[in-house]
């Protein structure tokens, strides 16, 4: 799900349009109106963190497209804002023996080694 998704539905559920978003929460119209004209690829911070806030999201579940459910902020909750398929993997490992755990972290290793020697071949 796209930022500009979540941010439709949002407005939908919350029954708002982008005037009364603009509205309740100061960010200016014109703003809002260009995340969905010119992209919001450039969002400042400020502007997201104010977005996410007034509607009590993490910053984290709207930041990234591969997350689809939208995580509500709950100031109590000090850990990590994770996926469901995160929280699996998570899980396993910490059941996993000594060697499966060695394994595991190897094929992340070299996952990344892979990915340097692609970005450095891209660069080169």
């Known amino acids: 799900m796209t930022f500009l998704e979540k941010l439709d539905y949002l407005l939908y559920i919350?029954?708002?349009?982008?005037?009364?978003?603009?509205?309740?929460?100061?960010?200016?119209?014109?703003?809002i109106l260009n995340?969905?004209?010119q992209s919001y690829d450039n969002i400042k911070l400020s502007t997201f963190?104010?977005?996410?806030?007034?509607?009590?999201?993490?910053m984290d579940s709207m930041a990234r497209d591969?997350?689809?459910?939208?995580?509500?902020?709950n100031p109590k909750k000090k850990?990590?804002?994770?996926?469901?398929?995160?929280?699996?993997?998570?899980k396993?490992?910490?059941?996993?023996?000594?060697?499966d755990k060695t394994l595991a972290l190897r094929a992340v290793n070299a996952d990344q080694?892979?990915?340097?020697?692609k970005e450095n071949k891209s660069v080169g």
């Not at 349009?17 to 119209?29: G, T």
């Not at 490992?93 to 060697?99: E, F, H, N, P, S």
């Not at 080694?113 to 020697?117: I, L, N, T, V, Y």
């Open 66 to 73: 591969e997350v689809t459910e939208i995580e509500y902020y």
């Open 35 to 37: 995340f969905y004209k």
């Open 92 to 99: 396993c490992y910490r059941v996993a023996d000594d060697l």
């Open 49 to 58: 963190k104010k977005l996410c806030d007034f509607f009590g999201v993490t």
């Open 14 to 31: 919350n029954k708002i349009n982008k005037h009364k978003l603009s509205e309740l929460s100061d960010i200016p119209y014109t703003t």
């Open 79 to 90: 850990d990590l804002h994770i996926t469901k398929d995160e929280e699996i993997l998570i």
């Open 113 to 117: 080694a892979a990915e340097a020697k």
